[in-house]
């Protein structure tokens, strides 16, 4: 089933400052390799902790700067820059600067 979603009509869901707004999940997309398609967006100086996930993980950098690590690496990322994080690779984000950061995360599903 195709599905057209409009980033602003996606009820945000807030949490250590930062929005989520998930585009597409297993609850609205019949699915079996995406696990969640969400916009975030980050206020200067907030940041994730260090966690890993199950699936494999992507983000695009839309707006800001940030400080990514993955794994034992840190890198300085900036808008027009993807990056894939592999499975079980602990990893954060923080936004650098003064510009709020916004980035498009993909994370794929893990059959169990």
Do not use: W
């Not at 696990?35 to 100086?45: D, F, K, M, Q, R």
């Amino acid at each position: 089933m195709s599905r057209v979603v409009k980033l602003y009509e996606s009820p945000p869901e807030i949490g250590l400052g930062i929005i989520s707004r998930p585009l597409f999940n297993r609850k609205n997309v019949d699915t079996v390799r995406l696990n969640v398609c969400e916009y975030n967006a980050v206020p200067p100086g907030a940041s994730t902790p260090l966690h890993r996930h199950k699936g494999d993980e992507i983000y695009y950098i839309v707006r800001g700067n940030a400080k990514i690590r993955i794994g034992e690496k840190d890198f300085q990322v900036k808008p027009g820059t993807a990056v894939y994080i592999p499975a079980g690779v602990r990893h954060n984000l923080q936004a650098v600067g003064t510009d709020m950061l916004e980035l498009f995360v993909v994370t794929s599903e893990v059959k169990e």
